[in-house]
């Protein structure tokens, strides 16, 4: 689990979930990492959000939003 947003290239990643809490978002991350995906954990004002991937072309992130969209069905793709 990422942290950091300055390890990131730069992107696209698929943003699954919103939480408050960043204990909330680091267990959904492990999750999903237990599960063989990369995640990501990026803090934005009071809410923390969990995206997967790292992706340099938005087509390829699209091949992984297909699939997430099964469990995440709001899930979306987005710039990092």
């Given at each position: 689990?990422k ?6 290239k730069?992107?696209y ?23 063989g995906?990369?995640?990501?954990i ?9 995206c ?22 709001d ?5 990092l």
């Open positions: 689990v942290d950091d947003k300055s390890e990131v730069a992107g990643t698929i943003q699954v979930a919103t939480f408050r809490t960043k204990t909330y978002a680091q267990k959904e991350a492990e999750r999903l990492k237990k599960k995906l990369e995640t990501l990026i803090p934005r004002g009071e809410f923390v959000t969990v997967v991937g790292n992706f340099f072309e938005r087509q390829e992130a699209k091949i992984s939003l297909n699939q997430l969209k099964k469990t995440y069905h899930c979306f793709i987005r710039r």
